[in-house]
């Protein structure tokens, strides 16, 4: 046997700072960050994509931005700054993707410079995607917008875009450079948008973290009155949960385990199913609670630990059932879920569900028959 072995191992480092305007002219952060990153003789370039939805409840940003860079001249703004629909539309158009190879290529955007994306998870998902597969990889800064980006999506490796009706059917594992969360944007957030990354607390403390549950029940009303210390410790807790997971085991999901999607195979499908209607952080609630109850009905979870999970989620204001999540068939289209969950993976179908609150516990079959009857119950709450 003649062959050639090659192995090597590729380090990778990013930070997630935590700030208050971070356009600022007098917070240095950001300049700091790219003054520590300039090499001598290097012209290096930034490019921002904002999406549109924080544009518009933030109408001084662009300029902003501009007269940030006037001042501090680490780097060479592109003054084009272009506006992203927000939301899942922006994954689920081409157009938005071509759109981002276009301007990196009209505005000679190279792999020492920077593509940053101030917005959603999905503008982020959308841009990291466009930099990682453009000149096989453009530096990445993400600067997210939303509860739900700032403590899971944005601080993750995952970049994606929906195709063939799938959720990230396209898609990279590709670290950010790095990662800026300005709590500033959370103030003009709606009252559905600030719940629903909460979601995203809720499931990786039902799997990793106890204690960070108990905190999330003690402080629900605190959450709900919108108190800013209270969502700044939460998504600082849950960023550096995602962020051990991440580094403790398989961070680009070569196996079949994703721990991390608590919730989700349901969650994935139900925003399919309605359009992207109901919201992610929304369909993980929902997920959850399909999930804790079929646990529960298993064997699995304590119904006292399931009947805290359910009350927690109700008192933050989360629903949680969908007409869409019932089963009554086989071929229920929710089903499919658990099918497109085990493709996107590969390998055997490996579903999270709960031991215990803090206490994940992997499965590899589910029984229709029980997830039948939990959907049932869950319909009646």
């Known amino acids: 046997m003649d062959y050639l072995q090659q192995s090597f191992n590729i380090i990778f480092d990013y930070r997630v700072y935590f700030t208050t305007a971070l356009f600022d002219p007098a917070n240095p952060l950001f300049n700091d960050f790219l003054l520590e990153k300039q090499v001598e003789g290097e012209n290096r370039k930034i490019l921002f994509l904002v999406d549109q939805n924080v544009a518009n409840h933030h109408p001084d940003l662009l300029q902003t ?20 629909p927000g939301g899942e539309i922006a994954k689920n158009d081409p157009a938005q993707f071509s759109r981002i190879v276009d301007a990196v290529n009209k505005y000679g955007i190279d792999r020492h410079s920077y593509i940053a994306a101030i917005g959603g998870g999905s503008i982020l998902d959308l841009a990291g995607y466009a930099a990682a597969v453009s000149h096989r990889g453009i530096k990445h800064i993400r600067i997210p917008t939303t509860v739900l980006s700032q403590n899971d999506s944005g601080v993750g490796v995952k970049n994606g875009i929906n195709y063939k009706g799938k959720k990230n059917f396209l898609g990279t594992f590709a670290p950010p450079l790095a990662v800026f969360n300005d709590y500033q944007f959370l103030t003009t957030l709606n009252n559905r948008d600030w719940r629903s990354g909460i979601s995203e607390a809720i499931k990786v403390s039902l799997i990793k973290d106890k204690d960070f ?32 997971h991440i580094a403790s085991g398989d961070p680009f999901e070569s196996g079949s385990s994703r721990p991390l999607d608590f919730g989700h195979w349901s969650a994935h499908k139900l925003e399919q199913l309605t359009d992207f209607t109901v919201t992610h952080g929304e369909a993980v609630a929902m997920g959850i609670a399909l999930d804790s109850l079929y646990s529960c009905l298993a064997g699995l979870l304590p119904s006292t630990d399931y009947e805290r999970i359910i009350h927690l989620l109700k008192v933050l204001g989360f629903e949680v059932f969908h007409p869409m999540m019932e089963i009554e068939e086989e071929n229920s289209p929710i089903l499919m879920g658990l099918q497109e969950f085990q493709e996107h993976l590969g390998g055997q ?24 009857a939990a959907g049932k119950r869950l319909k009646l709450i």
């Open 65 to 84: 931005i501009k007269e940030y860079f006037s001042q501090h001249t680490s780097v060479e703004l592109v003054t084009e700054i272009f506006l992203i």
């Open 213 to 244: 549950f108990e905190w999330i029940e003690s402080n629900a009303t605190k959450l709900v009155k919108r108190e800013q210390p209270a969502m700044e410790y939460l998504i600082r807790r849950c960023a550096d949960l995602h962020m051990k």
């Open 349 to 372: 179908l490996t579903i999270m569900l709960l031991g215990a609150i803090g206490k994940g516990v992997e499965v590899h079959e589910i029984n229709k028959e029980v997830l039948k």
